[in-house]
Each structure stands twice: as structure tokens, then as C-alpha cells.
């Protein structure tokens, strides 16, 4: 797993009376809970808590203050399950990789090296079209089709309403469409 450090998350303000030891286990339970959520495996929790534990007792900043440690931490937990998912990503799309290339193998077929150009300029051109759009847009994208939560988990990790997480979805989809369009790639292709 890439290490994180201090560096990428803004630092607390100093407050010398603390301890980040203490700091942690007074939020353990709730920032598992928001690896968990964010990763979606509780076999990562572990280890994610792990980095962001490192990352917190490593920081060389004074102490933070009492109000602004748990958004702190929160955004490391944050950053840290992100940094674990797109891990897991490239590990799996490996593996699919691997055994596509041994069922070719196995079976005397090869894969249409047309069909393979295309899926893969596909993909280039759909993640160029994810990059143009808001930040907020592709996050709840992302969150609704790539790690497959419901309108309900979606509200309660960003904290609005379900109908706005509907609004938010039909607005990020029409703007996803309007730059895939412009990129080039039809409804009709889809």
C-alpha cells in the first residue's frame, strides 16, 4: 500500500496537551466504522486504521485542538480507504486480467484485438469524461456505480437526504453523458 503522510492532509492547529495516543482511542470505534464504510470490506479495516494511526502519531505538528482533531482524522480515514479501494482495484483487475488471458489460453480462442482497442479507448475516454466533471459529481458517481452503495448509504456518509442524493445522481449522470458527447461517444454506443 503507497504510505501516507502528514503531508497530505492539512495540518491540525498546535495544542500542546494533548496526546495522539489517547487522541486515537477516543475515536477508534466511529473512524473504523468510516473505513468500513469507505472501503467496504471489513477485512480492510485493519489495516487501514493501521496507516492512519501511523500517520497520525508520525505527524510533526504540535497537538491539535480538541475541536478540530476528529475532522482530522476523519479526512485521513478518508484518504487512507480511498488510497486502500484504488489498491484493491488494480489487484483485482490483475487477477481478471490473468485468468481472461489463461481462458484465451485454454480454450484456442484469442480475444479480438479489435474489440479489445475499442473497450480500452472506451475506458480512456470515459475516465477523461469523469475528470471534467465537478468533483462532488464524480464522487457520488463513483460511490453509487463503482462501489455500489444505495441512495440510503450514500445520504448517511455525505450527510444529505436521499432526495438529494437522487438530484445529485440525475445531475452528475446528465453531465457525464454531456462530456462522454463531446468526447465522442454516443448514448446509442453505450
Do not use: F
Amino acid at each position: 500500500m503507497v504510505g501516507m503522510t502528514a503531508a497530505d492532509s492539512p495540518p491540525p492547529e498546535p495544542c500542546p496537551g494533548l496526546d495522539w495516543a489517547q487522541c486515537l482511542a477516543a475515536n477508534e470505534r466511529w473512524l473504523r466504522r468510516v473505513i468500513l464504510a469507505r472501503t467496504g470490506e471489513p477485512q480492510a479495516v485493519e489495516e487501514v486504521w493501521q496507516q492512519l494511526a501511523l500517520v497520525a502519531i508520525e505527524q510533526r505538528w504540535p497537538l491539535a485542538t480538541a475541536a478540530s482533531i476528529a475532522p482530522w482524522l476523519h479526512r485521513i480515514a478518508v484518504i487512507a480507504s480511498a488510497r486502500y479501494v484504488r489498491q484493491l482495484g488494480r489487484g483485482r483487475r490483475a487477477v481478471r486480467g490473468l485468468a481472461e488471458l489463461q481462458n484465451t489460453r485454454g480454450n484456442g480462442a484469442a480475444p479480438d484485438p479489435l474489440v479489445l482497442l475499442m473497450r480500452n479507448e472506451r475506458l480512456t475516454i470515459t475516465r477523461q469524461a469523469m475528470l471534467r466533471l465537478v468533483p462532488r459529481d464524480s464522487e457520488i458517481l463513483l460511490l453509487k456505480y463503482g462501489e455500489r452503495w444505495s441512495y440510503r448509504q450514500i445520504a448517511a456518509h455525505l450527510g444529505i437526504t436521499e432526495k438529494a442524493v437522487d438530484s445529485r445522481l440525475l445531475r452528475a449522470s446528465e453531465q457525464l453523458r454531456r462530456e462522454l458527447a463531446l468526447l465522442g461517444i454516443d448514448e446509442d454506443e453505450s
